[in-house]
């Protein structure tokens, strides 16, 4: 298992996993990322849509309160 800062857990497969509801879901590919944001319209597998939270330096808006170029 590894750990990413301000990215997914990406675990060595196959795993399976049980989600808040009880049911289970699984994958049989040799490594998968597990979303920790929880953005991802696939969750609880990462596509990525953290990415676009990730603003550099920070989490919030610049202080300015203009959008980040």
């Known amino acids: 298992m590894k750990v990413q800062r301000r990215g ?3 675990v060595e497969g196959p795993v399976e996993v ?10 049989d590919r040799f490594r ?11 969750f609880p597998w990462c596509d990525t849509s953290h990415r676009a939270r990730i ?3 920070g989490d919030g808006p610049p ?5 980040p170029p």
Do not use: H, I, Q
């Not at 049980?18 to 994958?27: A, C, F, K, M």
């Not at 998968?32 to 696939?42: E, Q, Y």
């Not at 202080?63 to 959008?67: E, H, K």
């Open 55 to 57: 603003s550099g330096a």
């Open 18 to 27: 049980e989600l808040e509801d009880g049911t289970t879901v699984s994958s």
């Open 32 to 42: 998968v990322a597990l979303c920790t944001c929880r953005r991802s319209r696939r």
């Open 8 to 10: 997914p857990l990406l």
């Open 63 to 67: 202080a300015d309160g203009r959008p």
